[in-house]
Nanobody
Framework: QVELVESGGGLVQPGGSLRLSCAASRTIFSIDVMGWFRQAPGKERELVANIAVGGSTNYASTNYADSVRGRFTISRDNAKNTVNLQMNSLKPEDTAVYYC?????????WGQGTQVTVSS
């Protein structure tokens, strides 16, 4: 069982930045993958980014949706059992509920979701 607590959502103007955090209830060394999906009204949930958090801390494999590549950066903080998503150059199209997730032993766990709204 992995419990995930998200923070950092909010309202930002286009071109602005937000930083999402997701804290896991157990050491992320025991978790294979963490990241975020997002879901906008009327749309399917889509993968935003993820990062390998198990194994070696010298290398972390990351993945990004094409729509956020170059603007979003996912990282891990092993000491805090936390992954962060730095979101820069935000666009209105980024507006969605962002759900942190973790994969451990091929099972997926979800955070409570945090609203990100990009609007002028």
């Amino acid at each position: 069982q992995v419990e995930l607590v998200e923070s950092g959502g909010g309202l930002v103007q286009p071109g602005g930045s937000l930083r999402l955090s997701c804290a896991a209830s157990r050491t992320i060394f025991s978790i294979d993958v963490m990241g975020w999906f997002r879901q906008a009204p009327g749309k399917e949930r889509e993968l935003v980014a993820n990062i390998a958090v198990g194994g070696s801390t010298n290398y972390a494999s990351t993945n990004y949706a094409d729509s956020v590549r170059g603007r979003f950066t996912i990282s891990r903080d092993n000491a805090k059992n936390t992954v962060n998503l730095q979101m820069n150059s935000l666009k209105p199209e980024d507006t969605a509920v962002y759900y942190c997730y973790a994969v451990r032993y091929n099972l997926k766990y979800w955070g409570q979701g945090t609203q990100v709204t990009v609007s002028s």
